[in-house]
């Protein structure tokens, strides 16, 4: 009887596989505010230029639960000119689908701790019962 080589453990590659996708997302979300933003200021980070609008004064941390996971948004900070993102309605800190999927689970008379753990396992981040 042949042994086997190689092992593969499915839990460690999936762990994997959902942070690497989560860490794609977050990637992507950040390169979509900093775009947004040299759209804004019409320069590029650093760049002088006469049609430049306003100025960067650095950025703040914001968590947005998504269905990859909970990601860490560097959301631009801008002088002279406001910055409101198209991408994330202001004051959102999850993902539509992360709320629609909540308001099914009470629709469907799932309890409190039910859904807790459900969404721990679903998106790594449970959410309070006041939630």
Do not use: C
């Amino acid at each position: 009887m042949p042994e086997k080589i190689v092992q593969l453990n499915e839990e460690v590659i999936k762990g994997q596989i959902k942070e690497l996708v989560r860490g794609s997302v977050e990637e992507t979300l950040n390169e979509l505010l900093e775009a947004e933003a040299e759209k804004l200021t019409q320069a590029a980070r650093y760049e002088r230029s006469d049609e430049r609008q306003g100025y960067r004064s650095g950025h703040y941390s914001r968590n947005l639960t998504t269905t990859s996971g909970d990601v860490t948004l560097k959301v631009p900070k801008l002088k002279g000119i406001s910055f409101e993102t198209a991408i994330i309605e202001r004051y959102r800190r999850r993902e539509s689908s992360v709320e629609e999927a909540l308001i099914e689970m009470y629709l469907a008379g799932v309890s409190v701790r039910r859904v807790e753990d459900i969404t721990e396992a679903l998106w790594g981040s449970k959410v309070s019962p006041s939630t």
